[in-house]
DNA sequence: GGCGACCGTTCCGTTTGCGGAACGATGGCG
DNA sequence: CGCCATCGTTCCGCAAACGGAACGGTCGCC
């Protein structure tokens, strides 16, 4: 279920703003300061916020500002991600591909991004080149995946692992009636010179 | 001008510890930006919010609201916690190993852990042996891993990917100077009991 | 019953993040 | 060469998030 999150710009902004985020986020800070055991004067005191910032961002009705979460999650321990990640972390949908983001590793010349990929069956998904350098590696958990260059395709069944580069048109599909889940790992070298 | 005596810009710090301050979104933001291939204009453009806002969230020089990153990282397709880079779930310490549990999937009959490990430089880990039929798979970010069986280590650099099957003694060990960051999945067939 | 401590919410003045507009810098093009 | 589009930064009025104080409500104790 893809929401749409855009925020219409602010004009004509005739309702109550209750942006799709804030409630979700007030939902799990509550529950967070409970399982704590601490009342939310308390938690305001530690965290040195406001008990109207805290009262405001527990219902949903403020738009908090990334210090105030820092404040408050730091105050009970936990972090930030445990406010925002509740709801569906990053999830990415192609035609016939849904992956979700687990962690982006970002060390200096290269950025690598953990995936955890299902490949339901029915027709492949296409994908387009990336740009030059980049490379993708799959392990497979369950299901036979058929993936890698469009024009030559490898196949890797549960525990096995494949990988390709992926500055060519390459595709996605499940072999057979089971779904594939896999963990994809996207490895993108720094190409901080654009190409004409 | 407004005369600001506590402006962190550019602040050389000594660790790459997690600053709480926007600085490290804010780097970030710009990386992930660019890695899209978008300019400052266009992203602002697309998440529907002004260049002044980007400009100063990529600077660090402002406290972004919730909404703010929501659209942001909505307009990229990345979550928003590819911003906050602080995946601090479950952490596994070994004498060299350090691990941080990512996932666990379980397949039933199988059961997947899936970690990102940082291997420093000095003496290799030795592992014990694992229930039989435990496979570990490494891909390897950065550095260069010497890792398997204890009689028949195996080399990976970046970007490659090595796997052994652990119900034998194994090991790990950074060749070089640099520490090796890597992503390790554990395959436990039959409801493995987790590692204590 | 009266009283004080604490709870969570609401009101209010101040602070600040917000988008739009204007700015100088840069690059493509006739 | 001038012209224009686009880049990222800075200025500015406005809306909103902020902390502090006051509010009604509940509980424990004398």
Redesign the interface.
Known sequence: MVHD?????RAASARPAL????EG?GVRLRRLREQAGISLSELARRANVGKATLSGLENGTR?????T??SVT?ALGV???AL??GGQ??V?RGTAVEAT???????GP???E?Y?MVVPPGPAQASPAH?TGV?E?V?V??GVLQAGPADAPLLAG??E?I?WTSDVPHRYAAVGDEPV?A?L?I??PR??S?QP
């Open positions: 999150s855009r925020v219409s710009s942006e799709p985020g804030a986020v738009n908090p500002t990334l210090e979460l820092w730091a972090p930030i991600t925002l990640a972390t990053g990415v983001l687990l962690q982006v590793f970002d060390d290269v950025t690598y953990l955890r740009h490379t590696h392990t958990f369950s549960p525990g692992h990988s889940h963990s790992l490895r993108y190409a901080a654009p």
